[in-house]
Each structure stands twice: as C-alpha cells, then as structure tokens.
C-alpha cells in the first residue's frame, strides 16, 4: 500500500481543556524501518487505553534516524531509535501504546509548541502515575551492561543472608569479613561491570528521578536483561552490606546515585512529605540540560510544589530561580531558603557561573557533592527546607536551631528586578581569625583521591590581653570548641543537642594523641590538627587549651581512645561539618568562636537576620551598595534567639539590610 510521505511532522494542537496527551503505537513495516501512529486522548477519559512511558537519556540533539509516523516522515534523536527497535520487534512491546516523551510531547521551537511543552511538562507526575508501566532503558547492552544487570539479580538474592549476617555479627560485636561475601559476591570482574552499569548518565539525570519514582510499576532494560524496581532495591541493599566489608567493591559515585533513589522513593512511598529545597539540594550533582528542570523535574514529588510558579520555559532562569525564594520567604515568613546559597553559590574555581544570580538566591547549577543535610537550616526539625533523612530516624520531636527568632513580624521586601531583598538583621561582630582546611574533591568516579583545595589558616589580629590560662577555663574553652566543631548536634541531620556524654574530653582526647602520638590518630582529623594547632581562639592557641584543659580521668581516657576507630563515633561527626559541610573553624573580634564557610574571609560581618534560623556571614559590595551573602554561620551562643534579649537589653540595634 502506497503512503504519502511529508517532511517535518504536522502536530496537531491538543485540546487545552482537558489533560490531554499523544499515545504512540509502532510496528516494523518490513523493510527495516519503523512506523507508528500518533493519537490524542484525554487521561480523564475512561476509554483512554493503557499505556507504557518511557524514562531515557536524551543526549545530544542529534537525529540520525527517521521514523514515518501517520503517514509523515519524524527524526527521532539517535539514543531513542534503538529503543524504537526493540519496541517495534517484540511481539508484547509492540502492541502496548506508549508515551515518549521526545515524539509525544511537540518540541517545535514555536509559541503554540512552548505552551504545549509547558502544560506537559505539568503533567508529567499524573502522566507517569496513570500509566500502566514505565520502561527504564539503561542503554544497549553490550557485555558489561548485561553483565552488571544479572549481578544486580545475583545481588537481590544474597540481600537476606547478607542481612542476617550483619545482625549476627553486631550482636556478637564483631566485624564482617571479606571471605563471608561468598564466591559470587568475591567476583571483582561482576563488580566491575556493575560499576560501569551505575555509571551510565539515566542515574544522574533529573528528569528520570520522578519517571522512576512516581510508577505503579518500573522495570529497568538493558539489551536482553530487565530488572524491575523492588529487586533493584533488594540489590541496593545487598550492596550497601557489602560496602561494610568493602568499600573498594564498587566506586562511591556508582553507588551513591542509585542509592539517593531509593532513599527518595522509600520516603515517597511512606507517605512522607519531601520539600522541595531539600530535595533538589540532595540531588545536587545530577544533571539537566536545561537548568529551570532543577525545579521542573522534581514539582510532581514534592509536597511543597505550588511553593514554584508552573512551568514556564519562556521564563529567564534568574527569573525562575528568584521567584521561588520569593515565594518560600512569602508563604513561611522565613528567610531560612537564603542558607542554601551557602552549598549552591555562582561560583566554579573562581570563575563566576553566568549569567550571575544574586548572592541572596541559592544557584542551583552548581553541582556539589549531595549529603542529606545541606545545610543548618535543613535540620530535621525545620520542616520548610526538610531533609531526606531515612524514614526508620523520622520524628517530629526534634530540636531546632532558632537564631532569628523574633516577635516582630517578618519584614522583607524585594526589588522590581527581583535583584535585592531587603531585610532586618543585627550585626554581631566581625570574622577575624579562620582555621586552616583542606577540602580533598572526589574524582569522578567518587574516590576521595581527587584534587585538593587548601585553605590557609587565618591568624587573629584582635588585640586581646590575655592572662594567664588556667584549666577551668581552658577546659571550658574546649567545651566550646568542640560543640562548634559538630554544630552543637550528636547526629548528622542536626537533630539533637550535643549530648554529655559527647563532650569535650572526646576531642581533647584526638588533639592531646594528635601531639603525642600522631601516628595513632586518623590522618585526616591529623592533617585538620595540625592546620588549626596555632590558631590564636581568645588569644590562646588551640594545642595551649588543650594542653592547659583539666587532664583525663586514666579510665576515660581509655574509653576514649577506643573511639579512634569507632567511624560511627567522633570521626564521622568530625567529617560531617568539615568535610560533607566544608566548615572551617573561626573567631570573631570580641572572641566568639564558630564556623564558617570555605569562601569566609578576616572582616567578614556576623550577622542574624531577623527570621533566618541561622547566623549569616554577609560582605560588603565593594562597587555597589548592600552585602553579599556568603552563607550560614554557627556562632556559639547565639544559636537559639539570645540576641533578642540583647536587642531588649539595648546591647544591640536592629538595622535595615539590603542583600544583593
């Protein structure tokens, strides 16, 4: 039978009055190429057949191949046609209808395609829910893929017995080891070609996070193999548990991506309300070509979404980017969202990103490692930002930090240009001396051996008379110190105070051992050490507190130095700010002490706006007026509203602030 071919496929325009969309049916027409029909129905309608949807890496635009769909010839882009082609030659994928995005979605560059583009993308959480199926194509398979997908099988069978051999194991308080991995999971070639799997670019795209998370159901494809989405998270656990025996098995980075998933569709499918902020935080290194889709992708999973104006790719980024603060600040009367620009600022290697945002509003393009708490502001106990936290730790009795506290109405405005919000804030103190910190970056496989960025100590210039120190107060300075060091929190989403029994003597403990027997100290907390060991903190250096401090008990000091190994204990809670948070230790003129963030410099202000949970490290402009946000600052003893008895007490003034 003969068909009339034309270029350039003619949508037709979908009936805006009802959600509608394309559905997609293909078949081969044996002669090696591929047609398909195109049809509009309505989601709402009950005769709207059942449908498959599709999660996949576009790519580049490139379109190497063409299609004829009802009658007309269609390029499609060239990582979708070998789907087309397994589609089209499988009896039981060929009959189910299917939505494409790339071919059901009009990406004409028009403005009836645009506002098409825009109210589909809308959709897309109900499209993805209404289907009976999502495909997750990983790729053509190839050995290696192949391969890590049977491992991933071989994975979720071993989840139980790995199970059960960590529990036993912490019962007997004993650590695993490497042969009790069996022989299948001891095949370092099937870890390797895993390893390539999760490394494919479908796991760091933003896109495909809701496409994975929102279906009834989702199998994975790669060539020949499939896996559905409950075995995938038996693997992942059965990975995890390996990594206990072996975190050399597979590269951080592989394992991180697919495992951010499933701590996010664990919370999803608990019920459990994911903000928007602190999702798109904890996703902070996956990938879009276009970046307003930092905010579009992931509207359809978070319970805060009207927090973001509707899609709209019409919209300037910086538009974009600015009216969601806007809005956050408007509807929490909270300028806690502002904290953010701390982890997510303009700025790669020096080189600012443009266009450049301002200093206010967190730049979501910049791609940092995730972590589950972001920032201060993200506590667990702050249900505006949130964090992704597991859902085994969830509880709504949590302390929160409260810095800003007030009894004033929020009083904030913003300009036409949505370039500077103006606040109330009072000004603490200045930034004088900064500990030294060496940040070590992952490489791109998420080895912790990648290039180094060292940040050189500080030293204060505060004139400070200082008497001689005596070990009452030397040990309180301690105390001080090392609530700083962990943000005054036992846990890393900063949901309890610092307890007694995580008290200083821990950390005079890692310091005295750091000068006494640097051998038997964790390199990186030794490395930190000897960084920070001359930092004058109140005129005294930190090696002269601890030194000066009250001694150990012997029996304690026993106790203590087992910590040293204990990763769960003091060290993780010592990478958790200085590492994950990349916070530096700091003193102010008058001898308060905290921590600040890497880009913090000698004259900085400490500043606590009236509204933000948490103190603000601010800059002068140096060309224009107004400050410069550089981000959150734990400031010992001004964490938890203090400063409005010193605002009562007449010891501080409330001023007007302009951010810029």
């Known amino acids: 039978m003969g068909v009339e071919i034309f270029e350039d496929y003619p949508y037709t325009p979908l009936d805006q009055s009802t959600p509608s969309i394309r559905l997609l049916r293909i078949q081969p027409d044996g002669h090696g190429s591929i047609t398909g029909w195109l049809e509009a129905y309505s989601l709402d309608d009950p005769n709207c057949p059942t449908f498959t949807t599709l999660s996949y890496v576009w790519g580049p635009k490139k379109y190497s191949h063409k299609i004829l769909v009802n009658g007309h010839l269609f390029s499609v882009l060239s990582s979708l046609y070998p789907i087309l082609e397994i589609i ?73 017995r790995l199970d059960t051999l960590l529990k036993n194991r912490l019962v007997e308080e004993k650590g695993l080891k490497e042969e009790e991995l069996g022989e299948e999971l001891n095949d370092r070639t099937q870890w390797a070609a895993l390893e390539r799997l999760m490394l494919r670019p479908w796991w760091t795209r933003v896109w495909t996070l809701q496409e994975y998370i929102v279906p009834r159901k989702f199998v994975f494809h790669c060539g020949t193999e499939n896996m559905d989405r409950d075995d995938l998270n038996k693997a992942m656990t059965a990975i995890s548990l390996c990594r206990k025996i072996d975190e050399t098995l597979i590269a951080n980075k592989a394992f991180e991506a697919a495992w951010i998933r499933r701590r996010v569709l664990n919370l999803y499918q608990a019920g459990v ?36 104006d509707p899609p709209r790719y019409e919209d300037h980024l910086e538009k974009v980017y600015s009216s969601l603060v806007r809005s956050f600040i408007t509807h929490h009367k909270s300028l806690d969202i502002i904290c953010l620009a701390d982890r997510f600022h303009g700025y790669v290697g020096g080189s600012p990103i443009l266009p450049a945002l301002p200093s206010w509003v967190p730049d979501w393009r910049a791609h940092v490692k995730p972590w589950v708490v972001p920032v201060m502001a993200s506590q667990s106990g702050n249900q505006h930002i949130g964090n992704l936290r597991p859902v085994s730790l969830l509880s709504s009795d949590h302390d929160v930090f409260a810095a800003g506290q007030s009894e004033r109405p929020l009083q904030v405005s913003f300009s036409t240009d949505l370039r500077t919000l103006t606040c109330q804030g009072v000004l603490i103190d200045l930034v004088d001396g900064i500990g030294g910190l060496k940040v070590v970056h992952r490489d791109e496989h998420g080895k912790g051996d990648g290039p180094a960025e060292i940040f050189e100590r500080i030293d204060s210039t505060a004139i400070q008379k200082a008497p001689e120190l005596d070990p009452d107060t030397a040990s ?51 490395d930190w050490f000897e960084r920070n060991r001359s930092l004058s903190i109140r005129s005294y250096s930190l090696e002269e507190i601890c030194k000066t401090a009250k001694p150990l008990e012997s029996s304690t000091k026993v106790d203590l130095m087992d910590m040293m190994t204990n990763e769960r ?31 913090a410099r000698k004259g900085d202000q400490v500043w606590v706006l009236l509204g933000c949970s948490i103190p603000l490290i601010l800059r002068k402009w140096e060309n224009k007026n107004g400050f410069q946000v550089i981000g959150e600052c734990y400031l010992h003893g001004y964490m938890n509203g203090e400063v409005q008895e010193e605002i009562k007490s007449g010891k501080l003034n409330v001023e007007e602030i302009h951010l810029a």
């Open 88 to 160: 089209a030659n499988d009896k039981n994928l060929r009959h189910s209808w299917w939505w494409i995005d790339s071919i059901c979605i009009n990406q004409k560059i028009e403005p009836i395609a645009e506002v098409e583009r825009n109210r589909q993308v809308a959709m897309m959480r109900k499209i993805y829910e209404k289907s009976d199926r999502t495909i997750g194509w990983l790729g053509q398979g190839h050995k290696e893929g192949e391969d890590g997908m049977r491992f991933l099988h071989v994975l979720s069978r071993h989840k139980e």
């Open 569 to 599: 204990a003091f060290l993780s809670r010592f990478r958790d700010t200085t590492d994950w948070m990349m916070r530096r230790l700091m003193t102010t003129n008058k001898g308060h002490v905290g921590m600040v963030p890497c880009r």
């Open 273 to 308: 309300p994911i903000q928007l902020t602190g999702l798109m935080a904890y996703i902070s290194d996956y990938k879009a070509s276009d970046p307003r889709d930092r905010i579009y992708s992931v509207l359809g999973l978070a319970a805060d979404r009207s927090l973001a």
């Open 476 to 526: 309180a300075y301690i105390d001080d110190i090392a609530r700083c060091l962990f943000l005054d929190r036992q846990d890393r989403y900063l949901s309890h105070d610092l307890s007694s029994s995580f008290s200083y003597q821990e950390f005079q403990t890692f310091c005295l051992t750091a000068i006494e027997t640097p051998s038997a100290v964790h390199p990186q907390f030794l």
